[in-house]
């Protein structure tokens, strides 16, 4: 099984700041790495494919980078929308899926 | 546009089998390009992956979960289920459907069910 692993598990920021994300992967992924937003009582939302492929309608703020084990979720100048939980999910081994448990974006 | 319903009983008793069934409008579950999936998220915990179907009835299990989970498929009705059997409060759970569009140009979860809520409890 390949174990996916976010860090941190939480953060603080502010409304305008750049926030980043990272996800680790057990073993290499390549760029089967996908990054969801979720926020309570709606499911997730895909933003990022592939690593660092925007999905259609998803403001530019957002980016993804990374290959192999090492990922990152970047969000240029957070906003007040952009305050959730954001997972990434490794489809290596689809349809055998996994996610990383899960950075939670607050307020400050 | 592509849109997926969960059905079932939002409480369940210990030691029970919880069913669950996901309806599917806007497309076709006998698509050769997508995986039909359900993934879980117990209170104040992360997404949890718990297994996925193909259109040929083909299925994926989280290892974790495999010895207690069943899906299936009803294509006539473009509808599938999940099945966990012994559930305990552990179980408990927003229950989402979910289509996993393999691609290309690669496999993503683009299309969510709103989710169920299931609570084990007696």
């Known amino acids: 099984d390949i174990q996916m692993t976010q860090s941190p598990s939480s953060l603080s920021a502010s409304v305008g700041d750049r926030v980043t994300i990272t996800c680790r992967a057990s073993?290499?992924?390549?760029?089967?790495l996908n990054w969801y937003q979720h926020k309570p009582g709606k499911p997730p939302k895909l933003l990022i494919y592939?690593?660092?492929i925007l999905q259609s309608g998803v403001p530019s703020r957002f980016s993804g980078g990374g290959s192999g084990t090492d990922f990152t979720l970047t969000i240029s100048s957070l906003q007040p929308e952009d305050f959730a939980t954001y997972y990434c999910?490794?489809?290596?081994?689809?349809?055998?899926?996994?996610f990383g448990g899960g950075t939670k974006v607050e307020i400050k | 546009q592509l849109q997926l319903q969960e059905s079932g009983p939002g409480l369940v008793k210990p030691s029970e089998t919880l069913s669950l069934t996901c309806s599917v409008s806007?497309?076709?579950?006998?698509?050769?390009?997508?995986?039909w999936g359900w993934i879980r998220q117990p209170p104040g915990k992360g997404l949890e992956w718990i297994g996925s179907?193909?259109?040929?009835?083909?299925?994926y299990y989280n290892p974790s979960l495999k010895s207690r989970v069943t899906m299936s498929l009803d294509t006539s009705k473009n509808q599938f289920s999940l099945k966990l059997s012994s559930v305990t409060a552990a179980d408990t759970a927003m229950y989402y459907c979910?289509?996993?569009?393999?691609?290309?140009?690669?496999?993503?979860?683009?299309?969510w069910g709103q989710g169920t809520l299931v609570t084990v409890s007696s």
């Open positions: 592939a690593a660092f």
């Open positions: 806007g497309g076709s579950i006998s698509s050769s390009s997508d995986y």
């Open positions: 979910a289509r996993d569009d393999s691609g290309p140009p690669q496999a993503m979860i683009d299309s």
């Open positions: 073993q290499s992924i390549s760029r089967y």
């Open positions: 999910q490794q489809s290596y081994s689809n349809p055998q899926i996994s």
């Open positions: 179907i193909y259109y040929s009835g083909s299925t």
